[in-house]
Each structure stands twice: as C-alpha cells, then as structure tokens.
C-alpha cells in the first residue's frame, strides 16, 4: 500500500526555511488581515490566494502529483504557524489535507491521476464529512445511507451537519451506510468521493440532489465556513466509492485513519494558539503598570506567564513526537489523541489567562485576544472532543501496560 507521505523524511534545513517562510507570510498576510474577515465572517480570498502561491495546499503530497513532498512534521510546523496568526486559515487547509491523505493511502490510482494535481494547487479544494445533526462522537450512528441503483450507480440521501468548507470545495469525502444490515455497524460503512460545484448551495446538472443551506453562524472560527450537506437523490457512478470496488463497506475504516493525521492538524493548531496567546501575553504584561510597577513584576501574573509557557512547550513537544511517528510508519494512534488534547486544553487555557492579563482591554474587540479566546473552544470539539482523546487514549494504554 501507498504510504500518504513522503518516503524520505524532510531535509531539517528545508523544513526550517519553508517554516520561516509561512511565518513571515503569517506576520504579514494573515495577522494584519485576520479581523477584518473575522468581524464581517467573509471568506479570506487574498490570503488563501496566499497558500496557493506558497504550494501549501499540497506540503505532504508527492512531487509527481504536483506537491511539495514534504513530511507530516513539516506539515504540522505549518500548521502551528498558520495558528499562530487566525486558526481558520489552517482550517481551510487542514479537511483538504485529511482528503489528499485518503486519496495516497486509499485511494486507486485512477483516482489519484484525477483529483491530486488539481489538489495540490489548491484549484480545487476538499471537505471531510462524517458529522450528523444526531450525531458527532459517536460516528456508528451516522443515517446517511447510498442504495445501488439498477445502472450500477449509486444515489446518497440524508443529512450532514458542521461540513468544514462545506461550501467552497468541490470535493467531499462523505461517510455513508451501504449495508444497514452490517454487525457491528462500522462493517456497512462506505466513503464515496462526491464532487460538486465549488461555492454553488443548489447543485444541478450532474451534481443535482446535492444542497448546502447556508452557512452556520458561529461565535468564532469564522471565515471559514460551517455547513450542513442535504442530499437528495444525489446520484453518482461506482468509481466515486474511495479505492474502487475494495473500498464498499471498509469507509469507517479508512476514515478513522485520516482522523489520526487530522488530530496532529488540530494538536499544531492547539500549539499556534497557545502561543500567539502567550506572547501577547507576555508583550502586554510588560507595558502596563499597575502599583507603581510593569504587572510582569507582580509574581502572581510571573506564575500565569510560566505556567502559559510551560504548556506551550509540552504540547509542542507531544505535537511533534506524534507526527514523528507518524511519519516513520509506526502506531501514533495514542500519541496523535494526547497531541490533540494536551494541545487543545493549551490553546484554550491560554487563551484565558492571557484575556485576563489583558484586564478589562481583553473584554474589547480592539485587541487581538478578545478574537483568540472566541476561536479557541473549536479544538476542544473538532476531530473528536477532549473527553473522547481521553477514551482513546485510556484504551490505548490498557493495551500497552496489560498485566
Ligand atoms: C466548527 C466546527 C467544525 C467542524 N467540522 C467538521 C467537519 O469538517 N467534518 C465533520 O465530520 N465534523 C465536523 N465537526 C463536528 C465535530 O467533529 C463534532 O462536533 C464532535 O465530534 C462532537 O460531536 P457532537 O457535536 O455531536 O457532540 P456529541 O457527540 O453529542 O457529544 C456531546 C458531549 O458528550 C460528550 N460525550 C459523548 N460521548 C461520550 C462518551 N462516550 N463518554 C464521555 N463523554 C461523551 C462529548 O465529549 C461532548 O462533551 C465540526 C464541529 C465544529 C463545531
């Protein structure tokens, strides 16, 4: 089987200079940008032109397929980077990723020669869909069923629910139920690879019985958009099931998977937040007086300032150890899940304590915290919520240390 990157881990100095590079990018194009979209919750146009230049929409995929080749740790740095700056930009990148990875790990090779190169330039652009209005965690519940027709093809009906770029891509990757009679009922699951008109709510034509009401309002991660997905009679071709014919009933699988590289997405992220937090944090703390003296010098802000730090560091380093392993091909299925939840639980607790170094300024729309501590909560519930990492990771270790 293909592995989804490259075979030779990234040169230390390439991964530095490309992680320099998107951090400029990130100081320039992203922070400067990142409220006007975040207050009018309109999608970024000039900075996700941006990545495109930057080739960020193809970092992990192959050079044949027109990407950068470069590894999941490398991936991840610029992840953290983007974060750094407003965490709905590696949002627009991270659903994409998840969608490139199924394709080099499942996907046949007809399907690679059709969607990675346009893929890889960022032309055209992936969601990831598993949610449901009833369900989330538990993804065994999922309703959304495809029936085979007489011609060989297959029709999608049902409802999705928080569909990340769930309006500006055109392709989606859509867990359904194909044998509802399936025990245990992962076994009667299938990923089909739908495709549809970028930015269009009423598909028509080929793509017709497939609709995205308009877009959730949120209280942060804005920008990006959130979405249901109605499908209605959406009908499509066997070829659209990810990996042929081998790939009916085995989506659930192949989907839990990709969620392991999602996780090490969303734990950089966690890592980006909790930083740019810290360091407002720490600019702040020594600027504004209050008794005669910079409250850095107070030692109870001293403590919040070390401890912020202290978590930025942890949740770096489990962030990075799991894409290590990852990369290496080896199991990362316990690191990725306590990469995710050290790192979302740094980013949010973070977010607090530098909104209350900021005083009553945090609480004002004038200071870029006030943003971060909104947008933060989405890492506690994307790509699993904290409480199902510590599920994850508990059953992960009672394997490891049985007795
Ligand atoms: C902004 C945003 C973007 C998203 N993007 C996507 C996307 O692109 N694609 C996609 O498929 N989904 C996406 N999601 C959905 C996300 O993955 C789910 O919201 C998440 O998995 C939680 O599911 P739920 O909301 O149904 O909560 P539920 O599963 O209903 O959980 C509710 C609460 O119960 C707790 N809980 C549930 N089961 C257990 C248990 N067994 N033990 C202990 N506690 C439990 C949970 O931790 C949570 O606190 C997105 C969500 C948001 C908010």
Known sequence: MAT????EPTDPEVREEIVSLVRQFTDEQVIPQAEHYDATDTWPEPIVEGLKELGLFGVTLPEEYGGLGLDL???ARIAE???????????????HFIGAYLLMKFGTEEQKQKYLPQMATGELRAAFSLSEPHCGSDVQAIKTAATKLDDGRYEINGQKLWVTNGLMSGLVFVLVVTDPTASPKYKGMTCFICEKEPGVEVNTGDYAGFEVPPKIKKMGYKGVESTELVFNGYKLSADQILGGEAGLNNGFKQMMDSLEVGRVNVAARGVGVAQRAFELAIRYAQERETFGKPIAQHQLVQEKLADMYTRVEGARLLTYR??????KGERSDTEAAMAKLAASEAGHKNAEESLRIHGGFGFSKEYEIERIYRDAPLLL???GTSDIQRMGIAKGLLKRFAI
């Not at 989804?4 to 075979?7: D, G, L």
């Not at 980077?81 to 990148?93: D, H, V, Y």
């Not at 799991?322 to 990369?327: F, M, P, S, T, V």
Request: no cysteine; hydrophobic share 45%; charged share 20%.
């Open 4 to 7: 989804a990157f490259s075979a």
């Open 73 to 75: 740790q490398t991936y």
């Open 81 to 95: 980077e983007l974060a750094r700056g407003w965490i709905s930009i590696p949002g627009i990148i991270n659903t």
């Open 322 to 327: 799991a894409a290590e392993l990852k990369d």
């Open 381 to 383: 519930i994307g790509e």
